[in-house]
């Protein structure tokens, strides 16, 4: 009977990990939450959750790896990262942007702004990030001046009364 | 099992304590409309198309997933019933592509039926713009989005029945939808092309390539020598798409068929499977003589092949190095048969008419060319073969029978029952035990590894050897399997592994049984009808099929023999498992 062939990259005998072991060091510190979390019952979310605060994101090579290590399909375990607002599948963007979504600004057309960004930036909706890595975009409640209505905000500075018309404009500041 | 008393539309009856309300309803006769339901894999009341009032219940309950109470009083046709499934059957068309006059499912959608039995007119809700994203990359399998209601059948059978889980539910509330990971095609993640998805999806948003366009060309192609190969669980399926009943046999109408369609000659893949035994017989005696790798694994199945590149590449060297019978078929007719008849190799087009999405993949195969051109040039399914049929308007009820063609046409009873899981087992130990033991062996059944379960295990003895043998179905079942052999839990010399539950007669490419409850009896009828057309030929064991001794005699020399090799057998690809 053969034995699986066991080598440094990856515990299930194929040879997957060793493609991806070379220059990830993230992945010795994924491997760790991976093991740690492992016996509990349903690991998976705390897996995912201490992926979020460690790196920032969901790393795609540390969710191979916990697939292998639970014996679990990636597509199964992208399902959850993807149902859950908290965990993000890239890095957070170098700028912020926040678009109320609340009841002052959302009645002004700020689902408008917020369809506009998304057409703009080429996303499909909150929490994500573009592919060059530049803006992460999020939806939000109330930031606080209404009278403003409808209001985003980028990495902190408060953009009021738009109109879709003036997002470009605005985006083509960063 | 302790029975219960309920009352369903005013009937009393002891039903099993066990049963949901659905199960106790159908045994009276009571029909409760279902469309996420699919039993033992789907049971997850998602749709909500089966919801029944229940006596001092708050709301209504979906019956699928409630299981029987003492006492329970429950009714299935109230106007509180029928206004709630005709809401959903709105909503779900509100958010359904509805092209039904051109979609694969047109005839056989689940969702068509029930729309029309539930007698819906019109959609009052304004339709969901659904983004239309067609993911036609893999060769096997065609998912189109904008037609999936999130049944999650095809989710489960893959993750449970197939243990693949190549697509999972991704996102959520409007924007849910079935996947593979990262939004990635199917074709570029593990899915073994088995097509066990497109079986179970209730509308057409899973179907398979269709490539019968191209067969079509092939045939009006003067300079072509176009010949066709069919399986044996294609003539135990064939007549179910023109109205007859399950499993019945057609062999020689759908020869007949192919002859009008335009094929210059009509061979048997049986021809090809009774060759496979002979080298793979072979292959097993050497194995055991020479120390050679166990357990060796049959090859046959190219779901299974491509499984096992994913998943087990540990057990790459247990596969046999033979093709699968179609593709020897295929080196065979480019070699061989292109020499007797003196016809050039690169004019002759080869397709295959098989249970199976997955050779769709496998002929694609680069190293599945022993002759320098492709062994096998088009596959194409059972239904894909019902579909020309119908457009070439044959009237399939009235043909005549006809028989295959000659000199790659002859078979025997080992040669068909490779359709069915254990079938490939039963017809190598037929031959491995004559060719072992220099005996005529006397009865050819060896009915320890028949039947339909997912794993099973006999010792049969052969001359002085008590060879282990096991046989699974569904890939699931494999990994179940293996994962024993590799835990040492489990030993075996020989071992025949099938991609699809059942075998190919419930291959990912046969006719679509519309009622899933009849899913495992039309499985059933396929196998005895393969069984019985086995027993009622003259010849049983494959190493007498006379065209194969020819075969030897005039061109290949031995079984395993330098030129076989070149031609029969094949190597294996370890693939990521993501």
Redesign the interface.
């Known amino acids: 009977m053969s034995e699986p062939n066991v080598n440094n990259g990856c515990r299930c005998g194929c040879d997957a990990g060793s493609k991806m072991d070379v220059q990830n060091s993230k992945l010795k510190e994924a491997d760790e939450i991976i093991y740690k979390h492992k016996t509990q019952k349903g690991p998976l979310l705390s897996i995912l959750n201490e992926f979020q605060d460690s790196f920032g994101y969901l790393p795609r090579a540390a969710l191979e790896e916990t697939s292998k290590v639970l014996d679990m399909p990636l597509a199964e375990i992208y399902g959850v990262a993807t149902f859950y607002s908290r965990f993000t599948l890239k890095p957070r963007g170098e700028h912020t942007i926040s678009v109320c979504l609340g009841t002052a600004c959302y009645v002004k057309g700020a689902k408008d702004i917020f369809d506009e960004l998304l057409k703009e930036l080429k996303l499909d909706g909150s929490g994500e990030t573009t592919d060059d890595g530049k803006f992460t975009l999020e939806a939000t409640r109330c930031l606080g001046c209404c009278g403003l209505s409808p209001v985003m905000m980028i990495d902190g500075e408060v953009y009021g009364r738009l109109t879709p018309e003036k997002v470009p404009e605005i985006l083509k500041k960063y | 099992m302790d029975k219960v008393n309920v009352t369903i539309d005013g009937i009393v009856a002891a039903v099993p304590s066990d049963y949901t309300v659905l199960e106790a309803a159908r045994s009276l006769n009571i029909d409760i409309p279902t469309l996420c339901f699919l039993k033992g894999i789907n049971e997850v009341g998602a749709c909500r198309m089966c919801v029944v009032e229940v006596e001092r219940a708050r709301t209504l309950q979906a019956a699928c997933v409630l299981p029987v109470s003492e006492g329970m009083v429950v009714r299935t046709n109230t106007p509180k019933v029928r206004e709630a499934r005709k809401t959903i059957l709105e909503l779900i068309l509100a958010r359904h592509n509805r092209e039904c006059t051109t979609c694969s499912k047109n005839l056989n959608c689940e969702l068509q039926k029930l729309c029309d039995e539930m007698n819906i007119k019109e959609v009052p809700y304004q339709p969901y713009e659904m983004k239309v994203e067609i993911d036609d990359l893999s060769p096997c399998v065609v998912r189109d989005t904008s037609k999936c209601i999130l049944c999650g059948r095809c989710v489960n059978v893959c993750?449970k029945v197939q243990g693949?889980?190549?697509?999972?539910?991704?996102?959520?509330g409007i924007?849910t939808m079935v996947?593979?990971?990262?939004g990635q095609s199917l074709n570029d993640?593990a899915c073994i092309g088995c097509g066990q998805c497109i079986k179970v999806c209730p509308v057409g948003a899973l179907s398979e390539k269709d490539d019968t366009e191209e067969v079509w060309q092939a045939l009006s192609n003067p300079d072509l020598h176009v010949i066709v190969q069919t399986a044996p669980a294609v003539r135990v399926g064939l007549g179910e798409e023109f109205g007859m009943e399950k499993g019945a046999p057609v062999t020689g109408k759908m020869v007949s068929a192919l002859k009008r369609l335009g094929f210059d000659k009509v061979f048997d893949t049986d021809f090809a499977a009774d060759l496979t035994i002979i080298e793979e017989g072979n292959e097993l005696i050497d194995r055991l003589n020479n120390g050679g790798?166990l357990p060796l694994i049959t090859s046959c199945s190219p779901g299974w092949v491509k499984y096992c590149e994913h998943f087990f590449?540990?057990?790459l060297?247990?596969l046999s190095t033979c093709k699968s019978p179609h593709e020897m078929f295929g080196a065979i007719a480019k070699s061989y048969y292109a020499k007797k008849e003196g016809i050039d190799p690169s004019k002759i087009f080869v397709v295959s008419v098989m249970p199976c999405t997955a050779k769709k993949f496998e002929c694609k195969r680069p190293e599945l060319s022993g002759t320098g051109y492709a062994d096998v040039d088009v596959v194409i399914t059972t239904r894909e073969l019902a579909r020309m049929i119908k457009q070439a308007r044959i009237n399939f009820a009235k043909l005549e029978d006809s028989k295959f063609d000659k000199i790659l046409g002859e078979s025997t009873g080992a040669g068909v029952i490779f359709g069915v899981t254990g079938g490939v087992m039963e017809a190598a130990l037929r031959t491995v035990a004559e060719v072992v033991t220099g005996k005529e062996l006397q009865n050819v059944e060896y009915t320890a590894v028949r039947g339909l379960e997912g794993i099973r295990e006999a010792q049969v003895k052969i001359g002085d050897l008590d060879v282990k043998v096991a046989v699974a179905n569904g890939t699931g079942n494999a990994k179940a399997l293996l994962d024993r052999?590799?835990k040492?839990e489990a030993?075996y010399h020989f071992i025949e592994i099938m991609g699809c539950p059942g075998g190919c007669i419930n291959g990912g490419g046969q006719p679509f049984i519309m009622d899933k409850n009849e899913i495992y009896m039309s499985e059933v009828d396929r196998a005895d009808s393969l069984y019985n057309i086995d027993r009622s030929m003259p010849l049983r064991k494959s190493h007498l099929n006379p065209e194969v001794k020819t075969l030897y005699d005039e061109y290949l020399g031995k079984p395993n023999s330098e030129k076989a090799h070149k031609l029969l057998h094949t190597h294996y690809t370890?693939r990521?498992?993501?």
């Open positions: 993750k693949v889980g190549a697509i999972d539910f991704s996102k959520r924007n996947t593979p990971a990262f993640v790798k590449p540990d057990f060297d247990n052999i590799r040492g030993n370890k990521s498992r993501f």
